[in-house]
């Protein structure tokens, strides 16, 4: 069964571990985490995703102010936890917080070749629209994709 909670800060070995594994053109530090961490919640929201008390997830959205976009921050899921719908509570999570700050929209950037993540955001109504050259590394484009709020 797949749990979620806010993170605390002996998980950050864990997820620093997971983003040089996940993300090995542009892994966060253990510095980036605990930045991100300082803003929980005045400006961040952050999750763990656990299955039998390991993390297999992690996400994060920033809210600068009432009225303006936020900025997903990260969505990373194990590659053996894929596909079980933790992205998707993720999103409706991190939305749903987005919202209740006064968050006008959503912003995201997906690296161009994460076909079901993509396929993912546009389920959920999201629209891509621009392209970040080299965003993940020379030749790794990333989409920039946005989602209005009603």
Known sequence: MITYRQP????????VG???????????????????????????????????NRIVGYCGVFVP???????VLTVAVLPEFRRQGIAKEFMRQIEQWSAERGASAMMLEVEHTNESAIELYKNLGYMKISVRMNYYGLGNDAFVMRKEFA
């Open 18 to 52: 997971y983003e040089k594994e996940l993300f090995p053109y542009s892994p966060w530090s253990s510095a980036q985490f605990k930045e991100e961490f300082a803003g929980i919640p005045s400006t961040r929201f952050m999750l763990v995703a656990e299955s039998d």
């Open 65 to 71: 102010a009432p009225g303006v976009e936020a900025d």
């Open 8 to 15: 605390i800060a002996l998980d950050i070995p864990v997820l």
